[in-house]
C-alpha cells in the first residue's frame, strides 16, 4: 500500500464545475503540499499544509491531521486549471524528504 | 527575481556514461532538493543539500550523487547510467531546511539509450 493515495487518478469537468481531488496518508507528517505540475514538468507549489485551511484564489485546501487526510479544492473550474494535481507528505522527523502521491489529472473541458 | 533554473534541459547520454545535471536556486534559498520523475513512478525525494551539505538521500544508490556550491547551486552527478535512469529530474528549493515552500525548476530530461 502506498503511503499517500490520491483520489481519483484522472477526472474530466467542464468549466466552471467546482472540483475536489482527495489525499489521504497512512504515516505521520508534520507538512503536507499540494503541487501543481503541467504538460512540459514545470511544477508550481499550491499550498503548504500543516494544519486547518488555506485559500489561495479559486483553490482551497484543507487538512485533517487525525483522519490524515487532505482535499483540494478548485470553485469555478477553467481549462487553464488542467494539469496534475500532486500531493506530498514531508514525514515528520524527516527533513527533507517527500513522499509523493501518483497525481490526479485534471482535465477541464470549455 | 529569477527562479529556480536548471541546465541542460535535455540530455541523451547512452548506457554506462555518466551525466551531470544543473541548479541554480532563487537568490537567498540555502536548501537544494533533488527529484526524479521516471514514467509511470511519479516523483521520488533523491537528495537534499543545505548549506553546502548533503542532508539526507532517498533510496537510490550511491551512483547517484552530488555537491552544492558555496553560491548555493547544486551539480546532481549519475554515474554508469543505466536505461532505468531516463526520467525527467527536478530541482527544488528552499529558504532553509524544514516546513518551507518548495519552488520548482522545469527540469532535465536525461533520456539513456
Known amino acids: 500500500k502506498n503511503e499517500v493515495e490520491q483520489s481519483p487518478q484522472n477526472l474530466t469537468a467542464q468549466e466552471g464545475e467546482f472540483i475536489t481531488i482527495n489525499c489521504s496518508y497512512s504515516?505521520?507528517?508534520?507538512?503536507l503540499h499540494w503541487l501543481q505540475q503541467h504538460p512540459g514538468g514545470g511544477i508550481v507549489s499550491l499550498f503548504m499544509l500543516s494544519s486547518g485551511k488555506k485559500k489561495h484564489g479559486r483553490l482551497i485546501a484543507t487538512i485533517n491531521i487525525q483522519e490524515k487526510h487532505s482535499s483540494l479544492h478548485i470553485t469555478a473550474s477553467h481549462p487553464r486549471d488542467s494539469a496534475v494535481y500532486i500531493c506530498?507528505?514531508?514525514?515528520?522527523?524527516?527533513?527533507?524528504?517527500?513522499?509523493f502521491g501518483k497525481g490526479t489529472k485534471l482535465s477541464v473541458k470549455p | 527575481e529569477a527562479g529556480v533554473t536548471q541546465s541542460p534541459t535535455h540530455l541523451i547520454k547512452t548506457r554506462g556514461q555518466q551525466a551531470t545535471l544543473r541548479c541554480s536556486p532563487i537568490s537567498g534559498h540555502t536548501s537544494v532538493y533533488w527529484y526524479q520523475q521516471a514514467l509511470g513512478l511519479g516523483l521520488q525525494f533523491l537528495l537534499w543539500?543545505?548549506?553546502?551539505?548533503?542532508?539526507n538521500r532517498g533510496n537510490f544508490p550511491p551512483r547517484f550523487s552530488g555537491r552544492q556550491f558555496p553560491n548555493y547551486s547544486s551539480e546532481l552527478n549519475v554515474n554508469a547510467l543505466e536505461l532505468e535512469d531516463s526520467a525527467l529530474y527536478l530541482c527544488?528549493?528552499?529558504?532553509?531546511?524544514?516546513?518551507?515552500?518548495?519552488?520548482f525548476g522545469s527540469g532535465t530530461q536525461l533520456s539513456v539509450l
Open positions: 543539500y543545505d548549506e553546502g551539505e548533503e542532508r
Open positions: 506530498a507528505v514531508r514525514l515528520r522527523g524527516s527533513q527533507g524528504n517527500l513522499i
Open positions: 504515516v505521520g507528517i508534520s507538512a
Open positions: 527544488a528549493s528552499s529558504f532553509y531546511q524544514g516546513n518551507e515552500k518548495l519552488f
